[in-house]
C-alpha cells in the first residue's frame, strides 16, 4: 500500500505537469489521466510484490541449494543476491531511501541543467532498487537519517557518474549510451580510461 501511495502521487505530479490531454491522447488511449496514474502505482507495486515474492523464494529454495553446489564445485564460496533481497528488513526504509535517492536524481539534474552538461532524467527504476537498498543500510545504521543521509548520496552519484561515462562509452562505440549503476559508472570510467592508454 505504501508503494502505490508514493508511486501514485508521483505519477500524477507527472501526469499534470504533461497535461491530461496529452496523457489522455498519447499515453492512456483516452482513459482518465488520474485512473491511468492510479493503475500505474498499483502495477509498479505489483512489481515489487513480485518481486518480493521471487526473492522468499530465492532465500528459501535457492541458497540450500547453493550450498550443496558451492560444497562439492567451490568450497566456501558465498552466494551473491541482487539488492531486493534486504527489502522486507526494513519496508519504510525502502520508501524513504527510493524518495531520498529521487531526489538527490531531481537536485542532480537541477544542477546539470545550470552546468549546461548532459541531462540524466532520474529513472525510477534504478532509484527504487538502488535507493532503497541504501535507506535499508543506512536505516540499519542511523535510523531515517541513516537512511536519508545513505540514499541522497546515491541519488546524485547515479546521476553524475552517467554524465562521466557518456565520453568513455561514446569513444567505445556506443555514442549517446550510459548506464544508471554507481558501480558500472564507476568501473566503467575506470577501465575505458584504461583502454584508452592502450589504444593510443
Do not use: W
Request: hydrophobic share 55%.
Amino acid at each position: 500500500m505504501a508503494i502505490s501511495i508514493t508511486m501514485g502521487i508521483l505519477y500524477l505530479i507527472v501526469a499534470v505537469a504533461a497535461g491530461p490531454e496529452f496523457v489522455q491522447s498519447q499515453l492512456s488511449d483516452g482513459q482518465n489521466f488520474i485512473i491511468f496514474s492510479l493503475l500505474k502505482a498499483i502495477t509498479f507495486a505489483g512489481g515489487v510484490f513480485v518481486i518480493m515474492a521471487g526473492v522468499r523464494l530465492i532465500l528459501g529454495e535457492i541458497i540450500p541449494a547453493f550450498k550443496g553446489i558451492a560444497t562439492k564445485l567451490v568450497p566456501n564460496a558465498k552466494p551473491a543476491l541482487d539488492c531486493p533481497v534486504v527489502f522486507p528488513y526494513a519496508p519504510n526504509a525502502v520508501i524513504i531511501g527510493f524518495l531520498s535517492s529521487f531526489l538527490g536524481g531531481i537536485l542532480g539534474m537541477a544542477a546539470l541543467i545550470a552546468l549546461n552538461a548532459p541531462v540524466i532524467l532520474p529513472g525510477v527504476v534504478p532509484h527504487f532498487f538502488t535507493g532503497a537498498a541504501a535507506g535499508v543500510f543506512g536505516n540499519a545504521t542511523g535510523g531515517r537519517r541513516g537512511a536519508v543521509l545513505g540514499s541522497l548520496p546515491n541519488g546524485l552519484l547515479i546521476t553524475f557518474l552517467p554524465v562521466l561515462l557518456l565520453p568513455v562509452l561514446g569513444d567505445l562505440g556506443f555514442a549517446n549510451t550510459t548506464f544508471s549503476d554507481a558501480d558500472f559508472g564507476i568501473i566503467g570510467i575506470l577501465l575505458g580510461n584504461i583502454l584508452r592508454l592502450f589504444n593510443s
